[in-house]
């Protein structure tokens, strides 16, 4: 059968498909959801600090259980296949505080998770297909990134995680991180945020400019994350270090 997915599902998927996400294969199956909740691990293990779930609709439940393959499909173009294994409904709630460090139901990155759906769909995919979007001129992949590390002859490269336009405070840290490994990846993250966050034609623009006039060149690569905003702190602390690894990243 064929399940049409949203934007904010696209990107998971093409960061799963293009290893931005290892060592996930998939949407994570209803143990995956509970192993990574409980205890920031993978049944396998591996350490995984939050969910990455595909919603569904109920009403299309019966035709998955009866699939043994799901084509993904953006925009009318089949993105992925998909063996599903697990259809789950999780309850949030119980599971606010354990995630998010707060029980307070207005927090910005439990209502984006409430709202993605009730119903889940788990199961490995096969990504055939990155889809040109509003965010594909910001980006590289981890390919790309590795690659011109290499070209770069950068020996260690430090990670840096940000979601809005750089301000002091963050140029110190960045000559700081120059000073001490040679190399740095910017990376903002340019996906779903919460109100009054930057706009990504801003954040993206000024970095441009920061790497331009005060910054050196031949020693930094800019391209942006686009994935959602968890708003989770330490436990996204964890999921960013784990991203920026998969993209070459030493520190």
């Known amino acids: 059968m064929r399940l049409n997915i949203n934007f904010d599902s696209y990107l998971e998927l093409e960061k799963i498909g293009i290893g931005a996400f290892k060592p996930l294969k998939g949407f994570m199956t209803e143990s995956d959801f509970y192993s990574v909740v409980d205890h920031l691990r993978l049944p396998n293990g591996k350490i995984f600090p939050l969910p990455v779930i595909l919603p569904i ?56 998770l409430l709202a993605s759906g009730k119903y889940f769909l788990g199961g490995s995919i096969n990504f055939l297909k990155k889809v040109e979007n509003k965010y594909t001129s910001y980006e590289k992949t981890p390919l790309d990134v590795r690659k011109r590390i290499k070209e770069l002859g950068l020996k260690y490269v430090a990670g840096f995680q940000t979601r809005n336009v750089p301000h002091k405070a963050h140029e110190h840290i960045l000559q700081l991180a120059l000073q001490e490994y040679g190399g740095l990846l910017i990376q903002p993250l340019i996906g779903k945020k919460k109100k009054g966050d930057f706009l990504p034609e801003a954040v993206m623009t000024s970095y441009n400019v920061l790497i331009k006039n005060f910054l050196p060149e031949n020693k930094i690569i800019l391209g942006a994350l686009t994935t959602s905003m968890r708003y989770a702190g330490p436990r996204e602390a964890i999921f960013h270090a784990l991203i920026r690894r998969n993209y070459g990243c030493t520190h």
């Open 57 to 112: 609709s109920y009403s299309l439940i019966p035709e998955i259980k009866k699939s043994k393959k799901i084509y993904l499909s953006y925009k009318n173009t089949t993105v992925a296949t998909m063996e599903p294994e697990s259809i789950f409904k999780p309850d949030f709630k119980k599971y606010i505080k354990k995630i998010f460090g707060t029980n307070d139901e207005s927090h910005p990155g439990y209502k984006m």
